[in-house]
């Protein structure tokens, strides 16, 4: 009796400890510290992301609007210079004319005053002629400077504010997608844990069926035998 009674303490001691080790291993097995490792790597990953995203488009845009105003601004002087070299080179022509037309006056006076009046009414003519189209000219060409520097204007706040769109979306895109990954890990994960404690306690429950029986099969081979 006291062998058979030794015998069962033992392998009931045996039983407790391996159930509390197998208890001790699950509840190692479940922590989440991989999950949330997992979650934080892919947040960090997300936001270095949307970060670059933001900067490289903050660049591009800046970069844009540089060159814009660089290009209008050469625009504009270009056309400054242009009007005022055509402005220049029409008052030297006037300028010429003028002195050409006195000239020729004067050589005229000393022939007959009316041809020379008739001359004189002729190039006055011409000369407010060319006066008029000249200023025509140089207003058209104001006109047009201001006109494509207004265009140009116009299309770069476009493409700035197409740039912007876009990267709001992708990024919008991108936190949606990540969210969903998180939330589907999380989900994941949960259901493992709860699977692998199912499992486990099925499991103790039948090393604790199976030593309960064998212990009583023990007991009534020992009592069989100590019978006999």
Do not use: F, G, W
């Amino acid at each position: 009796m006291t062998t058979t009674e030794s015998h069962v303490q033992l392998t009931q001691t045996t039983t407790k400890a391996h159930v509390q080790l197998i208890k001790t291993t699950i509840d190692s097995h479940l922590t989440k510290t991989s999950t949330d490792s997992h979650v934080q790597q892919l947040k960090t990953t997300t936001e270095s992301c949307v970060y670059l995203t933001k900067t490289n488009t903050e660049s591009h845009v800046q970069h844009t609007q540089t060159s814009t105003e660089s290009h209008v601004q050469r625009t504009q002087i270009t056309s400054k210079s242009n009007v005022q070299l055509t402005k220049t080179t029409i008052e030297s022509h006037v300028q010429l004319i003028n002195t050409t037309t006195e000239t020729h006056v004067k050589l005229i006076k000393t022939t007959t005053e009316s041809p020379v009046q008739l001359t004189k009414t002729t190039i006055d003519s011409h000369v407010q002629q060319l006066k008029t189209t000249t200023e025509s000219d140089v207003q058209q060409r104001q006109t047009t400077t201001e006109s494509h520097v207004q265009q140009l204007k116009t299309t770069t706040k476009t493409h700035v504010q197409l740039i912007k769109t876009n990267t709001e979306s992708h990024v919008q895109q991108l936190k949606t997608t990540t969210e969903s990954h998180v939330q589907q890990t999380q989900i994941t994960s949960k259901s493992h844990v709860q699977l692998t404690k199912t499992t486990i306690d099925s499991h103790v429950q039948l090393i604790k069926t199976t030593t309960e029986t064998h212990v009583k099969l023990i007991k009534t081979t020992t009592e069989s035998h100590v019978q006999q």
